[in-house]
């Protein structure tokens, strides 16, 4: 077995690791970054792609921005389709100039490692078997296994930064974390297609069918969603069964200009809410997905792992510059209040906006009645507006 030592070491590659890696290393502090996967494999996944301004800023302290300030849009709205009925949300009107960036999570999450490459930041894929150990005490380290070795890192700290299906979370002793989850009856199944986005804005659609989404990655790549049951599989969907159910569940101007074409990429993802408290566990910390997942119809799912970040950020500069650990003890609490606000809104929107088969008709009355009291009130589109751009951090 081989030792090694660092300051923090972070289980995890996705954009919370490296965020997190990036941040530190700038402030002088040392990480290593264990990612399970290969580069390739971490950047052929397909996620969202709107970014808060809370995010992008976040991506220029980490000098990783100027890709996404050159390339990613600046929108200042979208729309809701209330069955056929386009209603514009204007964001930058109604919460005082503020919008959001679109720009992928993949292309973002490339600009993190040529960041971390040029820096030297140490990054070792293909990592095996990694395990936190000892996270109760001040020593605490991480094994893994590499090409057949063993090998031992020992650190101040360990962040769990490895997403929903990860080590870290599963590491901690099951009297010591409460999980609370929501499953919800559908999925998206998603597509991406080499056309014309539908609109310049996305859409969000209800419709009788069920809901879709027109998202877009740039003026040649369109992402496209639409509710499907859980039972059903990829392959029950060719693209042109997709196109005609998602003509279907848009406004008819909208489908009538709507450009089809072949699917890159086409997948179906469940929807699923949770938590888990306390994110932390002795020296370990959790961060992202490794810590909760949202239904993505409030696009809040990488902007809350961005939040974490933050806060795990001030905490360890604190922690390191000044002795001072307030920001470590409080890091629990205050992510997980911002966590769950973006749950309470993650949630809000999906119960808004899908079809859901098992509800009484009471229940899918006031559903509709929400959405049209949330459409015609200016107070209550500011509050969605609020929600949408992102709550302060
Ligand atoms: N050891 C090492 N790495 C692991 C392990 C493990 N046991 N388990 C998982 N990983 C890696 C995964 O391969 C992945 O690259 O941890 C990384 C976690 O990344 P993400 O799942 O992307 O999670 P996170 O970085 O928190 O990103 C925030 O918010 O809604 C989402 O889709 C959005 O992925 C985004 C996420
Ligand atoms: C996406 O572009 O993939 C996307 C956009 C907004 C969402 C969810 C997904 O709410």
Same mark, same amino acid.
């Given at each position: 077995?081989?030792?090694?030592?660092?300051?923090?070491?972070?289980?995890?590659? *996705?954009?919370?690791?490296?965020?997190?890696?990036?941040?530190?290393?700038?402030?002088?502090?040392?990480?290593?970054?264990?990612?399970?996967?290969?580069?390739?494999?971490?950047?052929?996944?397909?996620?969202?792609?709107?970014?808060?301004? *809370?995010?992008?800023?976040? @991506?220029?302290?980490?000098?990783?921005?100027?890709?996404?300030?050159?390339?990613?849009?600046?929108?200042?709205?979208?729309?809701?389709?209330?069955?056929?009925?386009?209603?514009?949300?204007?964001?930058?009107?109604?919460?005082?100039?503020?919008?959001?960036?679109?720009?992928?999570?993949?292309?973002?999450?490339?600009?993190?490692?040529?960041?971390?490459?040029? @820096?030297?930041?140490?990054?070792?894929?293909?990592?095996?078997?990694?395990?936190?150990?000892?996270?109760?005490?001040?020593? =605490?380290?991480?094994?893994?296994?590499?090409?057949?070795?063993?090998?031992?890192?020992?650190?101040?700290?360990?962040?769990?930064?490895?997403?929903?299906?990860?080590?870290?979370?599963?590491?901690?002793?099951?009297?010591?974390?409460?999980?609370?989850?929501?499953?919800?009856?559908? *999925?998206?199944?998603?597509?991406?297609?080499?056309?014309?986005?539908?609109?310049?804005?996305?859409?969000?659609?209800?419709?009788?069918?069920?809901?879709?989404?027109?998202?877009?990655?740039?003026?040649?790549?369109?992402?496209?969603?639409?509710?499907?049951?859980?039972?059903?599989?990829?392959?029950?969907?060719?693209?042109?069964?997709?196109?005609?159910?998602?003509?279907?569940?848009?406004?008819?101007?909208?489908?009538?200009?709507?450009?089809?074409?072949?699917?890159?990429?086409?997948?179906?993802?469940?929807?699923?809410?949770?938590?888990?408290?306390?994110?932390?566990?002795?020296?370990?910390?959790?961060?992202?997905?490794?810590?909760?997942?949202?239904? =993505?119809?409030?696009?809040? *799912?990488?902007?809350?792992?961005?939040?974490?970040?933050?806060?795990?950020?001030?905490? @360890?500069?604190?922690?390191?510059?000044?002795?001072?650990?307030?920001?470590?003890?409080?890091?629990?609490?205050?992510?997980?209040?911002?966590?769950?606000?973006?749950?309470?809104?993650?949630?809000? @929107?999906?119960?808004?906006?899908?079809?859901? =088969?098992?509800?009484?008709?009471?229940?899918?009355?006031?559903?509709?009645?929400?959405?049209?009291?949330?459409?015609?009130?200016?107070?209550?589109?500011?509050?969605?507006?609020?929600?949408?751009?992102?709550?302060?951090?």
């Amino acid at each position: 077995m081989t030792t090694s030592k660092t300051q923090v070491a972070i289980i995890g590659g *996705g954009p919370s690791g490296l965020m997190l890696s990036q941040l530190l290393h700038l402030k002088g502090i040392e990480t290593v970054v264990l990612e399970r996967q290969t580069r390739d494999y971490v950047l052929g996944r397909i996620r969202a792609g709107v970014l808060e301004h *809370g995010f992008v800023e976040l @991506m220029r302290e980490a000098r990783c921005g100027e890709r996404m300030d050159r390339e990613g849009e600046i929108h200042e709205g979208f729309s809701i389709s209330d069955r056929g009925t386009m209603h514009r949300i204007d964001l930058e009107g109604l919460t005082g100039g503020q919008t959001v960036m679109v720009y992928g999570q993949t292309e973002l999450t490339r600009d993190l490692y040529d960041a971390r490459e040029k @820096m030297g930041g140490i990054v070792i894929h293909e990592a095996e078997d990694v395990q936190p150990h000892d996270m109760t005490t001040d020593a =605490p380290y991480v094994t893994y296994t590499k090409a057949g070795e063993t090998h031992r890192i020992d650190c101040d700290f360990i962040i769990g930064a490895d997403g929903f299906h990860g080590v870290s979370r599963k590491s901690i002793p099951a009297d010591q974390i409460r999980e609370y989850e929501k499953v919800y009856p559908f *999925g998206w199944l998603g597509i991406l297609s080499e056309t014309k986005p539908a609109h310049d804005e996305l859409i969000y659609a209800r419709s009788d069918r069920g809901f879709a989404l027109c998202s877009l990655r740039s003026q040649v790549l369109s992402r496209y969603y639409v509710q499907v049951p859980l039972t059903d599989t990829v392959e029950n969907w060719s693209d042109d069964r997709f196109w005609d159910e998602l003509k279907a569940r848009l406004p008819e101007d909208v489908a009538a200009r709507l450009e089809t074409g072949p699917s890159i990429e086409k997948s179906i993802a469940p929807l699923r809410s949770f938590v888990a408290e306390p994110m932390r566990y002795g020296n370990m910390f959790l961060a992202g997905d490794a810590a909760h997942i949202v239904p =993505p119809t409030g696009a809040k *799912g990488l902007n809350s792992a961005a939040s974490d970040i933050y806060y795990l950020y001030h905490a @360890m500069l604190s922690h390191y510059e000044n002795g001072d650990d307030s920001g470590l003890d409080a890091y629990s609490d205050t992510a997980l209040r911002r966590v769950w606000k973006a749950q309470r809104f993650s949630w809000w @929107m999906t119960s808004m906006l899908h079809v859901f =088969p098992d509800h009484p008709e009471f229940d899918q009355k006031l559903q509709s009645i929400e959405l049209d009291y949330f459409l015609s009130s200016e107070a209550a589109r500011t509050s969605l507006a609020e929600n949408y751009v992102g709550l302060p951090f």
